[in-house]
Nanobody, 122 residues
Framework: QVLLGESGGDLVQAGGSLRLSCAAS????????MGWYRQAPGKQRELVAV???????NYADSVKGRFTISRDNAKNTVYLQMNSLKPEDTAVYYC????????????????WGQGTQVTVSS
């Protein structure tokens, strides 16, 4: 019932920038935390950044100072601004959202997007 759609992935040169967007749609009452994860070939999926509804953020050490996560609660959208990209940032980036979808069952559930490919060339 709840869908997350990511966009913004692309092929860029090292040092370049990209902005990823993820919009949640469907039966949404409220969204708690939203975040971005990534998975490189042959590696485990890892947390990149997370943001609470109130705007508190946490980042993986590998992206601190380069990436910025933000959200627009009115649009049910989370963004990831990625600057100073490095080849090691190459991965499929997945959006995640903790969503309450039914007033009668106010229990949050995690949803995942399909992913968007980010490739950084050296």
């Amino acid at each position: 019932q709840v869908l997350l759609g990511e966009s913004g992935g692309d092929l860029v040169q090292a040092g370049g920038s990209l902005r990823l967007s993820c919009a949640a749609s469907g039966s949404i009452v409220s969204i708690n935390a939203m975040g971005w994860y990534r998975q490189a070939p042959g590696k485990q999926r890892e947390l990149v950044a997370v943001i609470t509804r109130g705007g508190s953020t946490n980042y993986a050490d590998s992206v601190k100072g380069r990436f910025t996560i933000s959200r627009d609660n009115a649009k049910n959208t989370v963004y990831l601004q990625m600057n100073s990209l490095k080849p090691e940032d190459t991965a499929v980036y997945y959006c995640n959202a903790d969503v309450i979808s039914d007033w009668l069952v106010p229990l949050p559930r995690g949803y995942w997007g399909q992913g968007t490919q980010v490739t950084v060339s050296s």
